[in-house]
């Protein structure tokens, strides 16, 4: 099993790109997530999907789009990248909705927005 | 809305020790998870422990507890007899099933270990 996966490990931008960041698992999870983290921040809540079809607003969602594709996939999408963009992003997944499943994190991916 | 407060930015503790991480939380659903996880300097997240509202008991995990206070609404981590390699950045996460499985975490405390 691979697990949680996401696509690029890196990535460079310039103000105003678009980009998608990828993330697939392969545990049957039923939730996932987007996170950002920042140097003091720690980790900030993007857009979280409770089941395939849904999506929801997280902490810090302005700037950022979500599609959960199927049950495996969730991408986050940035439409015009700007350098307050530049962070860590994480993607998680977590088994059927239960308070003890804990959550799966993939490798990241880190972003620079020029 | 919720909050996850970690009020420890940094910490350096002499290997051997005990340390205690503080977490609280702010929620009104009487029915939530805690989680504490490990960022060591590769990054990855390693999940450490679980602690349920409703559980009568503190969590237990080999050298890690938590001493879960449920009327102060707080949720610290003890690490006995810390060790080199225990030094990393720590989070506190809270789960709430209501809120459609949204899961927010603390800003964090780097843990330092010195020899």
């Known amino acids: 099993n691979a697990g949680v996966t996401q696509t690029p490990k890196f990535q460079v931008l310039k103000t105003g790109q678009s980009m998608t960041l990828q993330c697939a698992q392969d545990?049957?999870?039923?939730?996932m997530y987007w996170y950002r983290q920042d140097p003091g921040m720690g980790l900030r809540l993007i857009y979280y999907?409770?089941?395939?079809?849904?999506?929801d607003k997280g902490e810090v969602p302005n700037g950022y789009n979500v599609s959960r594709l199927n049950k495996r996939e969730f991408s986050l999408r940035l439409e015009s990248a700007a350098p307050s963009q530049t962070s860590v992003y994480f993607c998680a997944s977590s088994p059927l909705a239960n308070l003890r499943n804990e959550q799966f994190f993939g490798p990241g991916t880190r972003l620079t927005v020029l | 809305a919720q909050k996850i407060t970690q009020t420890q930015p940094g910490m350096f503790v002499q290997e051997k020790e005990a340390v205690t991480l503080d977490c609280t939380y702010d929620?009104?659903?009487?029915?939530?998870?805690l989680f504490w996880y490990k960022q060591p300097s590769s990054g990855e997240m390693i999940f450490l422990i679980y602690q349920g509202s409703y559980d009568q008991q503190n969590a237990t995990e080999g050298r890690y507890s938590l001493n879960f206070q449920k009327a102060r609404k707080s949720a610290n981590l003890v690490i006995s007899a810390s060790q080199l390699g225990d030094s990393a950045m720590y989070f506190c996460a809270m789960r709430e099933v209501n809120r459609d499985d949204k899961i927010i975490f603390g800003k964090g405390t780097r843990l330092h270990i010195l020899p």
């Open positions: 999907s409770a089941s395939e079809g849904t999506t």
């Open positions: 545990m049957n999870h039923n939730s």
């Open positions: 929620t009104s659903d009487p029915s939530y998870g």
